[in-house]
């Protein structure tokens, strides 16, 4: 019988995580767990460099470790018919990971069971574990590109990396010169709840925004805004500030990522909330538009109008 798990859908990774059976990780204990026993399309898989390989008489077979977040699962691999939704018409066998432990900070405390990895192959342990490419290599979808809408509070809904050249970092309108001539990668990252960047980097970011942490000045703070093809896709304070009782404090964390891969910006919640975002895996292509929600006081085309601008030259 099909065995049914909520998940992340995480845009920074490209992997499949599910806690097992066998964890007796408080954090697995907690949530639904994937049994290969009840399954008919489940395969071991011995080996992640070689997908044919049996496990042998001794039961020698690859043990996978990852840090996740601030999160660590050590799991074995698996080979497993993944669909989306309860119809069965978007399946594609896949490998994913059974996890074995998961540490109990973040994943005990976290509402869904697993992980869906939506980045490219190049972050998948190997092509077989991006679920995306099997299904686009089962030819099931009508074309091969996703969409990405975060909700906010009172929508009423259940709540490689993708990834575009920054021109600049831009706050009232002024650009901030921290990207220099050849830009800035900026990750799209469904799984991240803040906006990450250099420390040198949010160091200068905040000093800018200046928001006080008694939030006395919250209704006048600037707009915070990333310079995409030219135009400027900015955040209000409601959007890049989270009031925790009476203390205020920009979702902004330090991410130093070493060469080849860094530096980069990851912009997660509070940047995908504001922007509905479109991937096009064929033409590696990015889309951004105004994401409407239940909660707006203003007509979309206003809001639109204000947080959408033209980057000025320097």
Known sequence: PPQEFSVAFDTGSGNIILPSKQCVSLACMSHQTYNSQ???????????????????????????????????????LMSERVCLGPEENLCAQTGIIEALQMSDEPFGLLPYDGILGLGMPGVSLRKHFNFLGNLAGAGVLETDRFAVWLAMDGDGEEMGMWDLLAEDVVIDDSRMNLCGDSGCWAAFDTGTSVIGAPSAMVKAIEGRLGVKEDCSNLKSLPTLGFAFGGMVFNLDASDYVVRSEDKCFPMMMAIDVPPPKGPMISLGA????????????????MGLALAKHKVDKQPSEQVSARLIRRLTPN
Do not use: W
């Not at 940047?271 to 064929?282: A, N």
């Open 270 to 285: 509070p940047f995908l909330r504001r922007y509905y975002t479109v991937y096009d895996r064929p033409t590696l292509k």
């Open 38 to 76: 009840l399954s008919g399309s489940a395969r071991d898989l011995a080996r992640v460099d070689d997908l044919k390989a049996d496990i042998g008489p001794s039961g020698t077979r690859d043990t996978v470790r990852m840090a996740i977040g601030s999160g660590k699962v050590t799991g074995h």
